[in-house]
């Protein structure tokens, strides 16, 4: 049975589960390099399909994660009549997204790939939330009774959802209207402080370490949804969304973050974050933990944007009142069609049992052959190296930065080892290295290490199985100093860790550069350049080899250096 999955807003995407297994997930953005891209998904619903080698009649449904009316895919395109109206910018914010769900045209332009879909197959609207909870159960590997937490900004006019999984099924138990939004918040002080709200909240999450919430305690209380026993009790009239699509993705704006920008000028920028992100650990617990009380769990699953945020997931975690925490890695919009795919699929075959995951290598992978190809039209030096993870060990012993592009791309923001760029953490200067010379981004934010499975109690306190970067963990005393480079302000790691059978060449590298160096780890970064999406092509690695500091590149088994020797001895 084939099930597409079809998520079009922020972070558009597209995936297929055959049978209640993921085999193709892909970001839109990956494709038309817009990043957040909003767009129709035409390009990943085109790959879904191909990689598989099916075309719209061999699927049995189409699974939507949103309420929004739904037309056939090639509807969905936001064309206008020729009288189109003139709109302020308010009115064009009511939840543009669902602009391209509306019909506005019978026929797509010609020259855009149309994917008809038959008559006979059922288009099935997931709600946003239930598509994210569904996303966390689906793939958690137990139907066992667990309390699912889904957060976000907004999705579907629903910000948060507490959820019952049980015996392969989703009961909803408590949803929250925008009013309790953590998202807005969090959001909100992302742009006081100079990024973009839906984009730029990690960076607010890398910058609190540095602060001291005791030095802004309590300013940020009016902008920030309060709960107490598992309930709102204070809620926000945020002034927002003014949202509007910029770039080819959606992008927000409240009218609250000039009132937190005077406060950042006042307190002081690290304080604000660390303030924030205080607030956001409180209130998130003031929400969760009473939910598993009431329950009778000590089982947790979460999705939704929020729980991108890794410092969130370690208090949880921390806190000693789960035994088991599942967090769906893709946890943004971009898993929403997973999430609604595995939904209609359980539905549609219930008693099927829950599946795991074990890796998010689901999108796209180009052969030794096309890779040389791509090479060889541009009349680039390169050499092909058989013994390949021994070579680039030694390299990154030696401290080169190395673009690594193997096999499928990762699914979400994270890179897990095939699209990355790699290098020592075994000295402090690497991170002002990397940051400085590849990644052009500011200084404080950390860099997350890639380890092995293996040696993973060498370097996490209280470490559980950890294969996808989405919570940290306090990194052990005496490893601190041996890579710094990984090692947050806070003395914490976000980690990858990596089993052999999960990916056997970047276990094999890591396991190299261990051999040399005593430590089985890596800072591992993704491959793109700065504020574009994860690279995805042969030929977007080329350009983002040579636009930058990179020493090598290594795509598959060929190898691309900047040092003109080491190329020659190829
Ligand atoms: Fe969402």
């Known amino acids: 049975m084939n099930i597409l999955g079809i998520h079009i807003g922020h972070d558009s995407s597209a995936c297929l589960v055959r049978d209640g297994k993921i085999v193709a997930d892909v970001a839109e953005e990956r494709f038309t390099r817009a990043k957040h891209c909003s767009g129709p998904p035409l390009s990943a619903v085109g790959y879904c399909l191909e990689s598989q080698n099916l075309t719209m009649k061999d699927i049995d449904a189409v699974a939507i994660p949103s309420n929004a009316p739904v037309v056939a895919l090639n509807e969905m395109l936001d064309l206008k009549g020729p009288r189109q109206e003139k709109r302020s910018l308010a009115g064009r914010v009511e939840d543009q997204a669902r602009r391209y769900l509306k019909r506005t045209t019978t026929k797509p332009p010609l020259y855009i790939k149309n994917f008809p879909l038959p008559d006979s197959v059922p288009l099935v609207r997931v709600e946003h939330h239930l598509a994210h909870a569904a996303s966390a159960y689906y793939t958690g590997g137990t139907a066992e009774k667990q309390l699912i937490v889904t957060m976000d900004g907004s999705g579907d006019g629903v910000c948060i959802a507490l959820w019952r999984g049980e015996n392969g099924r989703i009961e909803p138990l408590q949803k929250f209207s925008n009013e309790a939004s953590l998202g807005f918040f969090y959001g909100n002080v992302t742009e006081a402080l100079g990024w973009w709200h839906g984009d730029g909240e990690g960076k607010t999450m890398g910058l609190a370490p540095y602060g001291d919430p005791d030095k802004a305690r309590g300013v940020l209380d009016r902008f920030c949804p309060k709960f107490s026993g598992g309930q ?51 209130q998130s617990k003031e929400l969760i933990f009473p939910w598993l009380e009431k329950e009778k769990t000590r089982n947790l699953s979460c999705s939704g944007g929020i729980f991108l945020n890794v ?56 052969s030794e052959k096309q890779i040389e190809a791509v090479l060889q039209l541009r009349q680039l030096p390169y050499r092909r190296v058989d013994n390949v993870e021994e070579y680039v060990a030694r390299q990154l012993a030696e401290d080169k930065i190395v673009a690594w592009f193997q096999g499928r791309m990762e699914s979400g923001p994270r890179a897990l ?15 002002d290295i990397i940051n400085a010379r590849v990644k052009f981004r500011e200084a404080f934010r950390p860099f997350c290490p890639s380890l092995l499975w293996e040696s993973r109690h060498d370097y996490l306190e209280n470490a559980r199985d950890e294969f996808f970067m989405i919570t940290s963990f306090t990194c052990k005393g005496p490893k601190r100093d041996k890579v710094p480079a990984v090692v947050h302000a806070d003395a914490t790691l976000r980690p990858q860790t990596v089993q052999q059978t999960f990916n056997p060449r970047y276990w094999t590298l890591i396991n190299e550069f261990g051999k040399l160096t005593g430590e089985p780890l890596l800072l591992n970064t993704s491959l793109n350049i700065m504020s574009e999406p994860v690279i995805n092509h042969p030929r977007e690695a080329i350009r983002c080899f040579y636009d930058n ?4 590149l290594v795509m598959g088994n060929f190898v691309l250096s900047k040092d003109k020797q080491q190329t020659a001895r190829g």
Request: aromatic share 10%; net charge negative.
């Open 549 to 552: 500091g990179l020493d090598l």
């Open 311 to 366: 410092k969130l997931n370690q208090r949880v975690w921390e806190s000693g009142r789960v035994d088991r925490h599942w967090i769906y890695p893709n946890a943004g919009d971009s898993g929403l069609a997973v999430g609604a795919a595995l939904h209609v699929y359980h539905q549609m075959n219930p008693g099927k049992p829950i599946g795991t995951i074990d890796s998010l290598y689901w999108g796209p992978e180009y």
């Open 417 to 431: 080892g095939n699209r990355s760029i790699l290098m020592s953490s075994n000295r402090k200067e690497n991170k």
């Open 232 to 282: 709102l009790v204070e809620p926000i009239q945020f002034r927002g969304p003014y949202s509007w699509n910029q770039g080819g993705a959606m992008q927000w704006h409240f009218d609250d973050a000039y009132d937190i920008q005077a406060l950042v000028h006042k307190h002081g920028r690290e304080h604000i974050a660390a303030e924030a992100q205080r607030l956001l650990e409180e």
